[in-house]
């Protein structure tokens, strides 16, 4: 499940790869118009999955819808408009997930609801700009009876390749040697993020 509640980020998109190698279920939480689907094969994953998402912003999930269509993705991904928090995953009748995406400012009011709409076993991945929100979500992961927590940190840092000149040490004679390095930006633009997964325990 993929479920994003953050307000429009211009005309830039961020990328979801989706990757199927057994039939699969997911359920997420950001349907963003901004978001767009990457499948590893767009004729496969009709076959092997199916991907619902939903958006709090109704205009949001409008927009998704058409992109869906216009990507031909649309066959095996719904965008529907909902406040997951409040309401929960509303998924066809009988249907659970094998697995949750969730990109929310309050991951932790959306746990108790994805837990009901998930197969035991199921894996649930929720992105946060900040560690008080991970440390809050994975309280809340635990008290619902999810294990195996992992949170990794998602922080881009950019390198130039520059042309270094430094006198040659080695010569009895002033000479300059120069070479080619990598050299970090001094500013990281941007702001870095966390990934917190967890596992639903199936005892």
Not at 51 to 68: C, G, K, M, S
Not at 130 to 140: G, I, Y
Not at 167 to 195: C, R, W
């Amino acid at each position: 499940m993929c479920w994003r509640r953050r307000p429009s980020c211009g005309r830039r998109r961020c990328r979801i790869g989706l990757r199927f190698s057994i039939p699969r279920i997911l359920a997420s939480s950001c349907c963003s118009s901004r978001s767009v689907l990457v499948p590893s094969s767009s004729k496969q994953a009709p076959a092997v999955g199916r991907l619902y998402t939903f958006d709090f912003h109704e205009a949001r999930a409008n927009q998704a819808r058409q992109e869906f269509k216009d990507h031909k993705v649309d066959s095996w991904v719904s965008a529907a408009h909902g406040d997951v928090c409040k309401d929960g995953f509303p998924l066809p009748e009988g249907v659970k997930a094998n697995a949750a995406f969730l990109d929310l400012p309050a991951p932790w009011e959306a746990i108790p609801k994805v837990k009901s709409v998930l197969q035991w076993g199921a894996r649930v991945c929720s992105f946060s700009p900040c560690l008080e929100q991970v440390q809050r979500a994975s309280e809340t992961f635990r008290q619902h009876g999810f294990e195996d927590l992992q949170t990794f940190e998602c922080l881009s840092r950019h390198f130039d390749i520059k042309t270094i000149r430094m006198n040659d040490q080695t010569s009895q004679e002033k000479s300059e040697i120069s070479f080619k390095s990598i050299v970090p930006y001094a500013q990281i633009p941007g702001h870095t993020g966390f990934l917190t997964f967890a596992t639903l325990n199936p005892l």
